[in-house]
C-alpha cells in the first residue's frame, strides 16, 4: 500500500487540496512504521512545495 499511495500522490501533486485529501486518507490505513516512511519520503519528494501541509497532516497522525 505504500508504494500505492507514493504513486498517487505523485500524481495528485499538481493540486494542494487534492494532495491533502489523499495524504490524510492515506494516514487511515497504512501501519505506523509505513507512516514514517512516507512522512520521510513527502517532505524529500514535495521540498519546498507542500512542507507545510505534509507537517500539519502528520502532526494530527502521530
Known amino acids: 500500500m505504500l508504494e500505492m ?4 500522490l505523485r500524481k495528485v501533486s499538481f493540486d494542494r487540496v487534492l494532495f491533502k485529501k489523499e ?5 487511515k490505513w497504512l ?3 509505513e507512516l514514517l516512511v512516507l512522512q520521510a519520503w513527502c517532505l ?7 512542507d507545510d501541509l505534509i ?3 502528520f ?4
Open 44 to 50: 524529500i519528494t514535495f521540498a519546498g512545495k507542500y
Open 31 to 33: 501501519k505506523k512504521d
Open 23 to 27: 495524504l490524510v486518507k492515506a494516514t
Open 55 to 57: 507537517i500539519e497532516v
Open 5 to 8: 499511495t507514493k504513486l498517487v
Open 59 to 62: 502532526r494530527n497522525t502521530f
